[in-house]
């Protein structure tokens, strides 16, 4: 990992809403840039990376595009779902549901025929598009069967990740949360 890819994933931070958010933007938007500005020479990781970082600073029209192009770039299926996964946060946060739901279909789709192990991955990021998209009984299926394959992953972030999903899409449909 590259000096600049590694700053910028330390200055993307998830909140308990699950939203990613720039914890120093002025530092992240100058490093973002950087990277960007060698575009045409950048590897797929980086320029998908960039992106991110675009969408934790709220730049979504230009994250769109960035990761538009890892998807192209993408020399794995693990690259493209990755990079799908982000464009569709790149819809999903400034309100785009319609444009993020086939993106996200398509992720989910890959990883399950070339990559399951990013299934769960896929499907979190899903299930909270769904809450977005005022879905939360499809929601809490989607979200149960993501806790299910963390559960047996056993790692404890990702457990508590999909619990704080869960939980709001639970709280969404007036259920008890967990």
């Known amino acids: ?4 890819r590694h700053q910028i994933a330390e200055l993307v931070a998830t909140g308990k809403d699950g939203r990613m958010y720039a914890t120093e933007p002025d530092k992240l ?3 973002v840039h950087f990277e960007l500005a ?3 020479r950048l590897p797929q990781p980086e320029l998908r990376l960039a992106g991110v970082g675009l969408v934790a600073l709220g730049d979504y029209a230009a ?3 960035v990761l538009a192009a890892a998807v192209e770039r993408a020399e794995t299926p693990n690259q493209e779902v990755a990079a799908l996964v982000n464009l569709g946060d790149a819809h999903r946060y ?3 549901l319609d444009a993020a739901e086939p993106v996200y279909r398509r992720a989910i789709e890959l990883a399950r025929t070339r ?3 990013l299934v769960h991955f896929t499907l979190q990021h899903y299930g909270k598009h769904l809450i977005d998209a005022r879905r ?3 929601a809490v299926d989607v979200l149960t069967e993501v806790l299910q394959i963390r559960e047996r992953l056993g790692d404890s972030a990702l457990i508590a990740s999909t619990q704080d ?4 899409a639970r709280a969404a449909v007036g259920q008890r949360t967990i």
């Open 29 to 31: 938007r100058r490093l």
């Open 38 to 40: 060698r575009e045409p």
């Open 1 to 4: 990992m590259s000096a600049e």
């Open 115 to 117: 990559c399951p192990e």
């Open 63 to 65: 994250a769109q595009r």
């Open 94 to 96: 400034p309100g785009a």
């Open 136 to 138: 939360p009984h499809l």
């Open 165 to 168: 999903a869960l939980s709001l």
